[in-house]
């Protein structure tokens, strides 16, 4: 049996991508070393692949993003240089970011509404211009259909005629190439029959190039399967890990002679390790009705950290685990012992770190607990009471800039080369700080600004039992932008409380409300590699009720506005419309659990970088009393969305970008004002970032920030 892998992390082992194109964002590497730092990552992508696997992708590499490099690939933009190709990503006019499918990974959205009249054509392919520089793999590209469907702005009428444009374009990039690897993986979102019509009728032109063509799916089941049979495509390839019903549809349809079916069974999205016995045994049935058959991961391999070397975690956990590299192995095992029917043993399949109690606590929840006993109404009013807050009310998301030196400090805390009360001091001095800020510029709710946190969710996953960090196992998220997630693994609880003591200290400096601050338990879920073997529902209450134990410590200390962020709720939503319901009932109500506490406590949620139009329903389901949301991107879409449900609750639409450097000014900011109070009413209105701060300067904050009260001040007099 033949092997291919696909999507290996291009972060590089030592984060090497990270460094590479910082250091040019910095002016400290030249555009050519740049690109020689990226083909070196190429390179060694490919040395991994080469060594244990028959098939793979090259050009997978890109200096940010893909769906970019496709746009650019097809002409929409035209980037002189590097600079300008950064610019496209970061620059004042970036484009929108939002995350791909349903993970953590955010892509870069090409929005035809800016693009006057799309004059496609070829520009450059680097996949082309890496298969004739290393002459092996099969040139990667996202498909044109994927491409199109994941872009934003497209007129309906306009989508069949750009994908044929499209499809003509590739055919040329093809008739240069042997074999290639076309990503399609929006074949598993819910399509049109239209849709589906123009997909082929694209395909047959593209499949009247010379090359043979291996399309990839991924993420969910193609239900559209049949419809592919006959296209001029050699290989389809099915990801069975996270599609389960992929076998079923294929059960039933059956698998052209003339293809071959790729495999994927080694999952791409989570560490745990491959059942074995149970991959073969599937593969078994799927060579029953597709002779030629290539094992693969399902799913690309980037949602995963690169390798489990040189991790020191519990051994028993080590035993269930399997990053990139252990995945690729894996693949080689399964081929192996596909052939052979010599089925490995195994780590005995039970997990570990089950606690009792929390499993009992869950089984009791009732309808109670999910629902608050007094109304949105009365609760405004006690909160309005007790808070007093101005019109217009000006606050922050929570974090504020982590410098070298607070990752310095926490680096030493770890490494023991200081203690933890020196450590503890070192926070307090930097909450002082902080809160001496927001006071000065004037801010109306205030933060302690995050400094004792790594990470939204590795904090919270550091604090929590049942649940593992990793020293190394960094994923990207964005651009260069990196994170560890967490591994769930048993049952979740709190051994003491998590945040209470800095929260409450900031409190003590200051006459004005401190939010305390928490991660919520689907954005724990959605940012975390979760165990297998119980319903994620499970592990959202365990969350749950650990949070809500939080914030009722929290009310003890005194603190009145708690933010529960949730930015991960629509990413984490299934692909498929049809599985909607059953994941937002649990969501909703993993919330609901977390925040019913005292109706007095103002309970604010957090949400970013996401279509979030079409889940306003939902959210406001979630019964929290004020939203901030973020806006800049998506240029206030998510305004209109919030009119045509009638939102009662207070809202802060974001007003500064701050994934970017550049500082909004004044006059850009009332432009989000100015059209938001067109749809909300100004008593419930709220002035606010985007999302975090974490990753900017403190001269940037302290400018905006300024610009942000100024504006803020200017509505309240009005
Ligand atoms: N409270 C978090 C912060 O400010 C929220 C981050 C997020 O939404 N991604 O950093
Ligand atoms: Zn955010």
Same mark, same amino acid.
């Given at each position: 049996?033949?092997?291919?892998?696909?999507?290996?992390?291009?972060?590089?082992?030592?984060?090497?991508?990270?460094?590479?194109?910082?250091?040019?964002?910095?002016?400290?590497?030249?555009?050519?070393?740049?690109?020689?730092?990226?083909?070196?990552?190429?390179?060694?992508?490919?040395?991994?692949?080469?060594?244990?696997?028959?098939?793979?992708?090259?050009?997978?590499?890109?200096?940010?993003? @893909?769906?970019?490099?496709?746009?650019?690939?097809?002409?929409?933009?035209?980037? &002189?240089?590097?600079?300008? /190709?950064?610019?496209?990503?970061?620059?004042?006019?970036?484009?929108?970011?939002?995350?791909?499918?349903?993970? @953590?990974?955010?892509?870069?959205?090409?929005?035809?509404?800016?693009?006057?009249?799309?004059?496609?054509? !070829?520009?450059?392919?680097?996949?082309?211009?890496?298969?004739?520089?290393?002459?092996?793999?099969?040139?990667?590209?996202?498909?044109?259909?994927?491409?199109? =469907?994941?872009?934003?702005?497209?007129?309906?009428?306009?989508?069949?005629?750009?994908?044929?444009?499209?499809?003509?374009?590739?055919?040329?990039?093809?008739?240069?190439?042997?074999?290639?690897?076309?990503?399609?993986?929006?074949?598993?979102?819910?399509?049109?029959?239209?849709?589906?019509?123009?997909?082929?009728?694209? /395909?047959?032109?593209?499949?009247?190039?010379?090359?043979? +063509?291996?399309?990839?799916?991924? /993420?969910?089941?193609?239900?559209?399967?049949?419809?592919?049979?006959?296209?001029?495509?050699?290989?389809?390839?099915?990801?069975? %890990?996270?599609?389960?019903?992929?076998?079923?549809?294929? &059960?039933?349809?059956?698998? *052209?002679?003339?293809?071959?079916?790729?495999?994927?069974?080694?999952?791409?999205?989570?560490?745990?390790?491959?059942?074995?016995?149970?991959?073969?045994?599937?593969?078994?049935?799927?060579?029953?009705?597709?002779?030629?058959?290539?094992?693969?991961?399902?799913?690309?391999?980037?949602?995963?950290?690169?390798?489990?070397?040189?991790?020191?975690?519990?051994?028993?956990?080590?035993?269930?685990?399997?990053?990139?590299?252990?995945?690729?192995?894996?693949?080689?095992?399964?081929?192996? %012992?596909?052939?052979?029917?010599?089925?490995?043993?195994?780590?005995?399949?039970?997990?570990?770190?089950? @606690?009792?109690?929390?499993?009992?606590?869950?089984?009791?929840?009732?309808?109670?607990? !999910?629902?608050?006993?007094?109304?949105?109404?009365?609760?405004? %009013?006690?909160?309005?009471?007790?808070?007093?807050?101005?019109?217009?009310?000006?606050?922050?998301?929570?974090?504020?800039?982590?410098?070298?030196?607070?990752?310095?400090?926490?680096?030493?805390?770890?490494?023991?080369?200081?203690?933890? =009360?020196?450590?503890?001091? !070192?926070?307090?001095?930097?909450?002082?700080?902080?809160?001496?800020?927001?006071?000065?510029?004037?801010?109306?709710?205030?933060?302690?600004?995050?400094?004792?946190?790594?990470?939204?969710?590795?904090?919270?996953?550091?604090?929590?039992?049942?649940?593992?960090?990793?020293?190394?196992?960094?994923?990207?998220?964005?651009?260069?932008?990196?994170?560890? *997630?967490?591994?769930?693994?048993?049952?979740?609880?709190?051994?003491?409380?998590?945040?209470?003591?800095?929260?409450?200290?900031?409190?003590?400096?200051?006459?004005?409300?401190?939010?305390?601050?928490?991660?919520?338990?689907?954005?724990?879920?959605?940012?975390?590699?979760?165990?297998?073997?119980?319903?994620?529902?499970?592990?959202?209450?365990?969350?749950?009720?650990?949070?809500?134990?939080?914030?009722?410590?929290?009310?003890?200390?005194?603190?009145?506005?708690?933010?529960?962020?949730?930015?991960?709720?629509?990413?984490?939503?299934?692909?498929?419309?049809?599985?909607?319901?059953?994941?937002?009932?649990?969501?909703?109500?993993?919330?609901?659990?977390?925040?019913?506490?005292?109706?007095?406590?103002?309970?604010?949620?957090?949400?970013?970088?996401?279509?979030?139009?079409?889940?306003?329903?939902?959210?406001?389901?979630?019964?929290?009393?004020?939203?901030?949301?973020?806006?800049?991107?998506?240029?206030?879409?998510?305004?209109?969305?919030?009119?045509?449900?009638?939102?009662?609750?207070?809202?802060?639409?974001?007003?500064?970008?701050?994934?970017?450097?550049?500082?909004?000014?004044?006059?850009?900011?009332?432009?989000?004002?100015?059209?938001?109070?067109?749809? +909300?009413?100004?008593?419930?209105?709220?002035?606010?970032?985007?999302?975090?701060?974490?990753?900017?300067?403190?001269?940037?904050?302290?400018?905006?920030?300024?610009?942000?009260?100024?504006?803020?001040?200017?509505?309240?007099?009005?």
């Amino acid at each position: 049996m033949k092997t291919y892998a696909y999507g290996f992390p291009r972060l590089g082992k030592n984060r090497e991508f990270k460094s590479a194109v910082e250091s040019f964002w910095k002016g400290n590497l030249s555009e050519a070393d740049t690109k020689k730092a990226l083909d070196g990552i190429q390179a060694n992508m490919l040395g991994i692949y080469e060594q244990n696997i028959d098939n793979f992708p090259i050009g997978e590499i890109t200096g940010y993003d @893909n769906m970019l490099d496709t746009a650019i690939m097809v002409g929409l933009y035209q980037p &002189k240089n590097l600079k300008e /190709y950064y610019e496209l990503c970061r620059g004042k006019d970036a484009l929108e970011m939002t995350k791909w499918f349903n993970t @953590n990974y955010h892509y870069l959205v090409p929005n035809f509404s800016l693009i006057k009249n799309p004059n496609f054509s !070829f520009t450059a392919n680097k996949s082309s211009a890496y298969y004739k520089q290393f002459k092996k793999g099969l040139p990667f590209l996202i498909g044109p259909f994927t491409f199109l =469907k994941l872009s934003k702005g497209i007129p309906a009428n306009k989508f069949n005629d750009y994908l044929l444009q499209l499809a003509e374009i590739y055919k040329t990039i093809l008739n240069d190439l042997p074999h290639v690897h076309i990503e399609e993986p929006a074949l598993v979102m819910d399509l049109t029959s239209t849709e589906i019509a123009t997909f082929k009728q694209a /395909y047959k032109i593209i499949g009247a190039s010379k090359s043979k +063509i291996n399309l990839i799916t991924y /993420y969910d089941s193609v239900d559209c399967l049949k419809e592919l049979y006959d296209l001029p495509v050699s290989a389809i390839g099915l990801d069975f %890990a996270n599609g389960k019903k992929n076998l079923e549809i294929i &059960k039933k349809a059956g698998f *052209p002679k003339d293809k071959t079916l790729i495999a994927g069974v080694v999952n791409g999205r989570n560490v745990w390790r491959n059942d074995i016995g149970a991959s073969v045994k599937l593969l078994d049935a799927l060579a029953k009705i597709a002779p030629s058959l290539i094992v693969s991961n399902g799913a690309p391999l980037y949602h995963l950290p690169i390798s489990l070397e040189g991790e020191k975690l519990d051994a028993a956990l080590t035993q269930k685990l399997a990053f990139a590299k252990e995945k690729i192995q894996e693949i080689k095992t399964i081929a192996k %012992a596909f052939e052979t029917k010599k089925i490995p043993s195994m780590a005995a399949e039970k997990y570990f770190g089950l @606690n009792k109690a929390v499993q009992k606590a869950v089984k009791a929840l009732t309808d109670k607990d !999910f629902v608050k006993a007094v109304s949105f109404e009365k609760r405004k %009013a006690l909160q309005k009471k007790l808070l007093n807050l101005p019109l217009f009310p000006t606050t922050t998301i929570g974090s504020f800039p982590q410098t070298e030196e607070v990752r310095r400090q926490r680096a030493d805390f770890r490494s023991g080369k200081i203690t933890e =009360k020196q450590y503890n001091a !070192f926070v307090q001095t930097k909450i002082q700080d902080v809160i001496k800020f927001q006071e000065e510029l004037g801010l109306d709710v205030l933060v302690h600004g995050e400094f004792e946190r790594t990470d939204m969710v590795e904090f919270f996953a550091q604090e929590l039992d049942g649940i593992a960090t990793t020293k190394a196992g960094w994923i990207i998220s964005y651009g260069t932008r990196v994170y560890r *997630p967490p591994m769930i693994y048993g049952d979740i609880s709190r051994p003491k409380p998590m945040t209470v003591k800095e929260i409450a200290y900031a409190q003590t400096l200051t006459k004005k409300p401190v939010k305390g601050m928490l991660t919520g338990p689907v954005t724990i879920i959605a940012w975390s590699f979760v165990r297998e073997d119980v319903p994620i529902s499970d592990v959202a209450y365990q969350l749950g009720l650990a949070l809500r134990d939080e914030i009722l410590d929290y009310e003890k200390a005194g603190i009145k506005i708690v933010q529960v962020d949730e930015p991960a709720i629509r990413e984490k939503a299934p692909i498929k419309r049809k599985d909607w319901p059953q994941y937002f009932d649990w969501a909703i109500k993993s919330f609901r659990l977390a925040t019913n506490t005292d109706p007095k406590t103002q309970i604010h949620t957090h949400m970013c970088y996401s279509e979030f139009g079409e889940i306003v329903g939902q959210i406001d389901q979630m019964d929290f009393d004020v939203i901030s949301i973020e806006t800049t991107r998506s240029k206030g879409d998510i305004i209109e969305s919030f009119e045509k449900i009638d939102f009662k609750k207070q809202i802060g639409l974001g007003v500064w970008d701050i994934h970017s450097p550049a500082v909004p000014k004044v006059e850009d900011m009332r432009e989000v004002v100015k059209r938001a109070l067109k749809v +909300i009413p100004k008593e419930n209105f709220w002035i606010n970032p985007d999302c975090g701060l974490k990753t900017r300067k403190w001269e940037e904050t302290r400018a905006t920030l300024k610009n942000l009260v100024t504006l803020s001040a200017e509505y309240k007099k009005s």
